[in-house]
């Protein structure tokens, strides 16, 4: 069976959200690095894990080619965005929050962060894809200062 899942991509040149002002006194932002992935005590979802791996194969390639950013409430991780890839001056990210933290802005937060760390290393366009039913990452998207570019179809084997 062959699924045809309806997508769309936005790119940013420009974070338009203010993510410091919308940062909760009680959180923090940080970027994805040794010192943080070796944190004692550090509540990190074994998804950010195996997706770090997924797309660089190896924790030491994410951390000397690729970037990310997660918010913190203390030791745990609830958001983060990672680099998907990264070629020339493009890259790409993606972005998830622990479901129990979800519909409070912290989505957008730790991609505005995300997005503004890519464009201060250089990258001149980050790119961003989801689902198109997907109404909560597209809304976050936009609210970040992404811009519509393209609706296409991925086709998924199943079975």
């Known amino acids: 069976t062959i699924a045809c899942i ?3 991509t936005y790119l940013c040149e420009h974070v338009s959200l203010d993510w410091r002002e919308r940062l909760p006194s009680d959180m923090s932002v940080a970027a994805v690095d040794a010192e943080l992935l070796d944190e004692e005590r550090l509540e990190c979802p074994p998804h950010l894990d195996r997706w770090m791996r997924s797309n ?7 951390l000397a080619q690729g970037f990310g950013v997660v918010t913190r409430c203390g030791k745990r991780v609830v958001s983060w965005s990672l680099c998907d890839c990264a070629w020339e001056d493009r890259c790409e990210i993606g972005i998830h929050s622990d479901p129990a933290w979800r519909r409070r802005g912290l989505g957008a937060i730790t991609a505005a962060a995300a997005t503004e ?7 001149s366009r980050v790119g961003w894809h989801c689902n198109s039913e997907n109404i ?3 809304k976050t998207a936009e609210r970040v200062g992404y811009v519509h570019k393209l609706s296409y179809s991925m086709y ?3 079975g």
Do not use: M, N
């Open 56 to 62: 660089w194969i190896t924790r030491e390639t994410f």
């Open 6 to 8: 309806p997508r769309q």
């Open 117 to 123: 760390h890519a464009l201060g290393r250089g990258y």
């Open 156 to 158: 998924f084997v199943c």
């Open 136 to 138: 909560g990452s597209v």
